[in-house]
């Protein structure tokens, strides 16, 4: 989808229908993104979504632009909605839990046998000046949430009849992805 349209385009109805639809009692473990797409000929998924802005704006010293503020708040969404609907487990590959900006590449006769991009830069996390520990807390905390309401372990079409993608303005419901390390989910027992 990152490839062929914005995301004002997507469907969400699809992305849906494409998480849940699998054989019944059938165990899946989703994840957002594979180690295939952060190898060598493709971008990570958040360089997809905020592309060389992420070599000069993910310092909170900097201010915050519209495509990287669009494309922390999309790769939560896409990883929160990955998490709940795509099956009894998720994967997260290496990196991709805090945005890694760059592939992974091996050395190789046609790298040159370097070196240079055979590594993770996990000292990106430990920089409290860069939004990428946001993301970071982010994954912990919708992991934690998962530990305590078990939305993995839940038999198939429990949570998916009740399942909405929208957006309240109570103080009843919320789901707020807030790029300041503001997040919050609050569970309830409310129609939407």
């Known amino acids: ?9 997507w469907n969400m109805g699809n992305i849906v229908f494409t998480l849940t639809n699998r054989r019944y009692g059938e165990k899946c473990i989703a994840y957002a993104e594979s180690h295939d797409q952060a190898l060598v000929g493709d971008k990570t998924l958040a360089f997809w979504l ?22 922390i708040q999309l790769h939560k969404m896409i990883r929160l909605i990955t998490h709940a609907l795509g099956g009894e487990g998720y994967l997260n590959f290496i990196g991709n839990e805090f945005g890694h900006p760059e592939w992974l590449d091996f050395p190789r006769i046609g790298n040159n046998e370097s070196y240079h991009y055979a590594r993770r830069q996990f000292n990106l996390l430990d920089n409290h000046l860069l939004r990428y520990c946001q993301l970071n807390t982010f994954d912990t905390d919708m992991n934690n949430v998962e530990e ?14 009740r399942f909405s993608v929208g957006m309240e303005k109570t103080e009843e419901v919320q789901l707020h992805t807030g790029v300041r390390d503001t997040h919050t989910f609050y569970k309830t027992t409310k129609e939407i």
């Not at 989808?1 to 385009?9: A, F, G, H, V």
């Not at 592309?51 to 669009?70: C, G, H, K, Q």
């Not at 305590?148 to 009849?161: D, I, M, R, S, T």
Request: glycine letters at 6%; a negative charge; proline letters at 4%.
């Open 50 to 71: 905020m592309d060389a802005e992420m070599y000069t704006n993910m310092s909170i010293m900097s201010p915050l632009t519209v495509v990287v503020d669009r494309g």
């Open 148 to 161: 305590k309401y078990g939305w993995l372990a839940a038999a198939p079409g429990k949570h998916e009849v």
């Open 1 to 9: 989808i990152l490839k062929e349209l914005k995301d004002e385009d």
